[in-house]
């Protein structure tokens, strides 16, 4: 009589149910890896902003300590009553506007002499500041004033600014000694602005030309493939620099950037990291692949080297025991010939139990 074998049929359900068991738990582990790092990334991403809003800050700060020093020292110097015929250096053109129909009020004594006393700091200042482009005076009928005559386009780009600045709310030339002028963004031309006043009257504004795009690529973050964006406070995206270079401000729309968000300490400006998705998205798969591989390769050994140790020193010897069984049932005196060594204990008794039977039999 054949003696079947259960433990084939275990080891066959055992064999496929580890298989799916090995994956799953491979999966497992290869996903909260994933979130892990996902979330680190995300992290070290919030990090980087801090650090380019404090960096932008810092560059920012002296330019705002400039152009607010330089209002003081204007309305100091109006206080004082200096009167002045004519200009030492620099060029004046008028900026009439839609409603003067051409005439523009001349400088006055007061603003001459003002002018030839901060002529000199200008010069110094364009010297010596870093991300300094140009300082000009706007009188407050529209006289500017520049250090040089810089052609019909600065005077266009003046113009604009004139226009900026008499738009402005009250509210806003009370409240804030400086502010940020976007003259002309596709040009990538930015002003800090400061009015200056004489007894609480607005007689002229200063306005201090800034390469701010030059300042948001030394803050860029090292991050490769991600945007660093400069946002106003309507989430206009001002200037966009990607890889230490600037991208065009119409690929992106800063109302989708709801996250990665810093706001600026010294003006009402927003930062935003914008990462390449598609870059992002092929690192993330090809991470969650990877670390799959690395968790499945060490259980799949694990697996394999269990089941042979399963079959070799389980399943086999259990097979020979059968079949030693059924050569002893058909009358043969010693069954199989290789004995196990960890299991002649178990051959041994099965001899036993055999020759106990035939004893009572034949009794």
Known sequence: MKISNPLLNEQKRLRRNSVVLLLLLAASMALLDYLIALSDRQALRQAQLNAATADLDHQLLPLLHLTHALQQEAELMLQQGGQAAQLKAGHVTALPSADSAGAVTPLTAGEISLLNQLEPWFRQQLKSSRYLRNISYISADGQLFQLSDRGAAAAETARVA??????????????????????????????????????????????????????????????????????????????????????????????????????????????????????????????????????????????????????????????????????????????????????????????????????????
């Open 162 to 363: 004139f226009r900026q600045i008499n738009s402005l709310p009250l509210l806003t030339l009370n409240a804030e000694p400086v502010n940020l002028i976007a003259v002309n963004q596709e040009n990538q031309i930015f002003a800090l602005h400061s009015v200056v006043r004489n007894n609480k009257n607005i007689v002229g504004h200063l306005l201090l030309e800034i390469d701010l795009a030059a300042i948001l690529k030394q803050a860029t973050i090292p991050q490769t493939g991600s945007t660093l964006m400069l946002m106003d406070k309507d989430a206009a995206v001002l200037i966009a620099a990607k890889d230490n270079q600037l991208s065009s401000t119409a690929l992106y729309d800063g109302q989708d950037a709801n996250d990665s968000l810093q706001h600026l300490d010294i003006v009402p400006l927003v930062l935003h990291i914008q990462p390449d998705r598609l870059h992002d998205t092929q690192m993330e798969l090809k991470r969650f692949f990877a670390e799959l591989l690395f968790y499945s390769v060490p259980l799949l050994v694990l697996y394999l080297y269990m089941l042979f140790r399963f079959k070799r020193k389980v399943l086999r010897p259990i097979t020979r025991l059968l079949i030693h069984t059924a050569r002893l049932e058909r009358g043969d005196v010693h069954g199989v010939r290789h004995v196990p060594l960890e299991w002649e204990a178990v051959f041994k008794q099965t001899e036993q139990l055999r020759e106990r039977g035939s004893e009572k039999s034949a009794d």
